[in-house]
């Protein structure tokens, strides 16, 4: 186990509770320093604060697990797994069988997430140090007797930055069919979770998912960045009068047309686009009574920020133009890096540039499946505002 001393002074944030370490905050490191691994954490003064994950790879050195002295174990796996898992029992409806079980930082389990589609489930892992443990992991969920099998998909961007090889395949159990059928708040959904995006549904929408249906009753819709239609399956089921599908992915969009049979709607032929909803908006001729806007994060790092707010304000700007007196935008980011405060900017700035008024009727997040941790306020990367404009 290595022993890991911080600078004077960078015990603050570790004292209270932020879990990751960067490698500036250290001073120096006992034993072995190349390899990945439990770490212990001292202040500068020699008193034990906490224990981690180490990896002498990443920029973020140490991704902290507990703040007690207890052993980084398969037993202190299952408690943290059962605290996860017990919090979707007992507040999710029995007509959704698709959530989140993990939500790394969120549930206190750094570098993993754990999806369930039905009798499947999906877990990636982010960091070295936690793919480690990942026999702990899939033991712990071994024995519930509902799950048939375990996909693994550690995969893209954060996993390169750890210096982590990409791992996809069966890890325990039954091979996942091509896709799987899962259930919504009673809505029926066809998930590829071997090649869909991120683990095959984006289980983070399901809340603001239920709000649209709330709203668009006898209302022509435009659902842009669609992926496989969910937005517009609710759509439909609150009765809108029209509802357009727009995204630049064929899959996503056969996966689209294949939902709305499922669930017993038809769209009419040239509603479901395939095209850039950057291009759509500019130039599309008539107006809609509600806009969703969903675009991918397009700011994955820091650096990113400028460009990505310019991004926004267009989207926005346009969707804003386009719509009828007293209409709705539904205006997410899901750009962790971008604040909610920024974020509120760009669209107020987009509203002006549009010369529309608009009120806030509501604020959109991440739902209880996705919890942030109080300690690591980063994890509140889904931020919405349901918009209506005025005259
Ligand atoms: N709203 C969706 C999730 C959207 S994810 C849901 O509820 O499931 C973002 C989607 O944007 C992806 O499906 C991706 O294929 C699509 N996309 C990315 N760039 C695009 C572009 N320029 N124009 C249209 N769609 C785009």
């Not at 890890?171 to 998930?191: D, R, Y």
Request: aromatic share 10%; net charge neutral.
């Amino acid at each position: 186990m290595q022993r890991i001393y911080l600078k004077q002074g960078r015990e603050r944030p570790v004292l209270n509770g932020h879990p990751w370490i960067f490698s500036g905050a250290i001073e120096r490191i006992e034993g072995e320093m190349e390899s990945v691994g439990v770490a212990d954490i001292f202040d500068n003064k020699k008193n034990w604060l906490a224990r981690g994950l180490y990896n002498p790879k990443s920029q973020i050195r140490v991704r902290l697990l507990t703040w007690q002295n207890e052993d980084i174990d398969g037993d202190f796996f299952a408690r943290r797994l059962a605290h996860a898992h017990a919090l979707r029992q007992r507040n999710l409806s029995a007509s959704t069988n698709a959530y989140r079980i993990v939500n790394g930082e969120g549930d206190f389990l750094p570098g993993l997430i754990v999806d369930r589609y039905g009798g499947f489930l999906v877990c990636q892992f982010f960091t070295a140090g936690m793919a480690l443990f990942r026999n702990d992991i899939v033991d712990f969920f071994t024995k519930d007797n509902a799950i048939e099998g375990i996909f693994e998909r550690s995969e893209g961007r954060v996993g390169d930055e750890e210096g982590l090889e990409p791992a996809i395949g069966v890890l325990k159990g039954e091979s996942p069919p091509e896709t799987i059928t899962v259930e919504e708040n009673g809505f029926k959904f066809l998930v590829d979770i071997r090649r869909g995006q991120k683990t095959g549904f984006y289980l983070d929408q399901r809340d603001n998912r239920a709000f649209l249906s709330t709203a668009v009753s006898n209302r022509s819709v435009l659902n842009c960045f669609s992926f496989s239609g969910a937005f517009s399956v609710y759509a439909f089921a609150g009765k809108a009068k029209e509802v357009v599908t727009l995204d630049s992915s064929k899959p996503a969009l056969e996966l689209a047309e294949q939902n709305l049979e499922l669930n017993g709607f038809t769209s009419e032929p040239g509603e479901i686009l395939k095209g850039d909803a950057f291009a759509y908006l500019k130039e599309v001729d008539r107006k809609f009574d509600l806009i969703v806007l969903d675009p991918p994060s397009l700011a994955h790092r820091r650096s990113d920020i400028d460009a990505a707010t310019g991004g926004y304000k267009f989207l926005n700007l346009h969707a804003l133009k386009h719509l009828s007196p007293g209409g709705l935008l539904l205006t997410f980011s899901c750009s962790q890096h971008l604040s909610i405060d920024l974020f509120q900017k760009v669209v107020f700035g987009a509203a002006v540039d549009a010369r529309r008024k608009a009120n806030i009727i509501k604020r959109l997040s991440q739902p209880i499946d996705h919890p942030v941790s109080l300690h690591h306020p980063e994890g509140e990367y889904l931020k919405g505002l349901a918009l209506r404009v005025l005259d």
